[in-house]
Nanobody, 123 residues
Framework: QVQLVESGGGLVQAGGSLRLSCAAS????????MGWFRQALGKEREFVAG????????YYADSVKGRFTISRDSAKNTVYLQMNSLKPEDTAVYYC????????????????WGQGTQVTVSS
């Protein structure tokens, strides 16, 4: 089974950028669809972006479309989330997750989770 470790979070001013990384261990990484989710304080975990096992299809929440980009590098067993034009409402703990099959937006249908990385956007 794949294991996931996120990195790249931090404090940034509104309008700035961050790139999150999710490093996966395990030989079957390329078989997994990957997703990024976030959870703000006092709110439910929500889907941010997803990418198919091949990398050929990507999906975004309306709130981040045009600002965030998800990608994967199978040679490095890593998934990225490039976040541009950040807003204070993007502040949350960001998690990457993996599942066999297709990308879905429901967090409960993902099998493997990273520990999360904090993103804080100041106004």
């Amino acid at each position: 089974q794949v294991q996931l470790v996120e990195s790249g979070g931090g404090l940034v001013q509104a309008g700035g950028s961050l790139r999150l990384s999710c490093a996966a261990s395990g030989r079957t990484f390329s078989s997994y669809a990957m997703g990024w989710f976030r959870q703000a304080l006092g709110k439910e975990r929500e889907f941010v972006a997803g990418i198919s096992w091949s990398g050929g299809s990507t999906y975004y929440a309306d709130s981040v479309k045009g600002r965030f980009t998800i990608s994967r590098d199978s040679a490095k067993n890593t998934v990225y989330l490039q976040m541009n034009s950040l807003k204070p409402e993007d502040t949350a703990v960001y998690y990457c997750a993996a599942r066999m099959g297709i990308v879905v937006t429901t967090w409960g249908r993902y099998d493997v989770w990273g520990q999360g990385t904090q993103v804080t956007v100041s106004s």
